[in-house]
């Protein structure tokens, strides 16, 4: 199985900050990496997928960036809305591997 | 609207069994890969399961196969999971999720979630 790790598992950032969070896969997943936004008691919601194409209706300071093994997700200017925790996750084979998750917290 | 409505969560006995059901609308359900996902409490995401768009093809992660059976109805635009044998730590969430090939296997539409609970 591929295994997905994100980096780090937590951060403090404050409003219009720019926020990076990295994901590396145990083996080259070419550029089958999507990006998940989760709020608590909330469905996951499609971010980014095939690397850094951005979802219908996700704002544009959402990007994506990376190839191979070493992926990342930015927030350009993060806004209120953006607390929450962001996964990662695989579709280049199955079983489909996520991330531990990345909590984005208020500073 | 596209979207995706799981039942049939509830609290089982270890040991016991249920069935949880996905059902579509807003889309034509026949095309589409789909998948189960489920979230223990405080936990993150865990894919558990996926069928192709006929039906043909299933596979699951290990720590529920042969235990859990997924399937769909096309006709009925509604996606199953059958649970057996059921242990304390399949306790989750269960979120049902579209596959879609254009989106490079992006799960782009989620349901809300149904939780189960496996205690005595």
């Known amino acids: 199985d591929i295994q997905m790790t994100q980096s780090p598992s937590s951060l403090s950032a404050s409003i219009g900050d720019r926020v990076t969070i990295t994901c590396r896969a145990s083996?080259?997943?070419?550029?089958?990496l999507n990006w998940y936004q989760q709020k608590p008691g909330k469905a996951p919601k499609l971010l980014i997928y095939a690397v850094s194409s951005l979802q219908s209706g996700v704002p544009s300071r959402f990007s994506g960036s990376g190839s191979g093994t070493d992926f990342t997700l930015t927030i350009s200017s993060l806004q209120p809305e953006d607390f929450a925790t962001y996964y990662c996750?695989?579709?280049?084979?199955?079983?489909?591997?996520f991330g531990q998750g990345t909590k984005v917290e208020i500073k | 609207e596209v979207q995706l409505a799981e039942s049939g969560g509830g609290l089982v006995q270890p040991g016991g069994s249920l069935r949880l059901s996905c059902a579509a609308s807003?889309?034509?359900?026949?095309?589409?890969?789909m998948h189960w996902v489920r979230q223990a409490p405080g936990k993150g995401l865990v894919w558990v399961s996926r069928i192709n768009s006929d039906g043909s093809s299933t596979s699951y992660a290990d720590s529920v196969k042969g235990r859990f059976t997924i399937s769909r109805d096309n006709a009925k635009n509604t996606l199953y999971l059958q649970m057996n044998s059921l242990r304390a730590d399949d306790t989750a969430v269960y979120f049902c999720a579209r596959d879609t090939v254009t989106l490079s296997d992006a799960f782009d539409i989620w349901g809300q979630g149904t939780m189960v609970t496996v205690s005595s």
């Open positions: 083996q080259s997943i070419r550029s089958f």
């Open positions: 996750k695989q579709s280049y084979n199955t079983p489909r591997t």
């Open positions: 807003g889309f034509t359900f026949s095309s589409y890969w």
